[in-house]
């Protein structure tokens, strides 16, 4: 049986890494099989990628550029992480995925939807999905949060480091591409206690378990 292919998304300071962990461990306790990721990265080739695209000492990038990066990470991860643990029925979960260069590149950076679907099209093809949560948290607030594990870490990466007008354009495309796909895309209040978004999270998975195995 095909496995299933979770990926959580939103700016960063939403919370997104704890609520990721917990719905891993969620899954194995409901006796899952599951394979982790992120992006960009997942593989070797793919943690170099991620190395260019967010060291501050990058510098600026196209945005061309920028998105013809993240899909070359994607299109390592595909081959060698997503597809066969696809094929061996496992569930991927993934920090991002192609929604996310819709949200950052394609609103963020400006380039338009049509550009980013143009890549996904020949990249991810029909890989795409199960069930996207987005993590949504007014951008404001985000980079409150975002800028203190960045203090922890000693520094922003050079996608945190971008402006205000550009989170607010990523949020914004984020909740049009919910609007656009209610089925497949979930949006969870990020402003709730971790309870309460695990408790809706949770909800989620179990509702695509059930509809998988009929």
Do not use: W
């Not at 991810?124 to 975002?146: F, H, K, N, S, Y």
């Not at 990466?157 to 402006?163: M, N």
């Amino acid at each position: 049986m095909k496995g299933l292919f979770i990926t959580f998304e939103g700016l960063d300071g939403t919370g997104k890494s704890t609520q990721l962990r917990r719905a891993v461990q969620y899954l194995r306790k409901c006796g899952h099989r599951v394979r982790v990721t992120r992006e960009p990265g997942g593989t070797r080739t793919g943690e170099q990628v991620r190395e260019i695209l967010l060291a501050s000492k990058t510098g600026k990038l196209a945005p061309l550029a920028e998105l013809a990066l993240m899909y070359a990470a994607r299109a390592q991860l595909l081959e060698q992480v997503i597809r066969p643990a696809l094929t061996r029925g496992e569930v991927v979960v993934s920090d991002r995925y192609n929604t996310a260069s819709f949200a950052y590149q394609g609103y963020g950076r400006e380039l338009g939807v049509a550009t980013v679907r143009a890549f996904d099209r020949v990249v991810c093809g029909p890989t795409q999905p199960d069930l996207t949560i987005i993590l949504d948290l007014d951008p404001e607030r985000a980079r409150v949060r975002a800028r203190g594990d960045a203090v922890r870490r000693s520094r922003l990466d050079r996608i945190e480091a971008q402006g205000l007008a550009f989170h607010k354009r990523v949020r914004a495309g984020y909740l049009a591409l919910a609007r656009r796909a209610p089925e497949r895309i979930k949006v969870v209040r990020a402003d709730q206690s971790i309870g309460e978004m695990q408790r809706q999270i949770r909800a989620l998975i179990d509702r695509l378990v059930s509809r998988h195995k009929e």
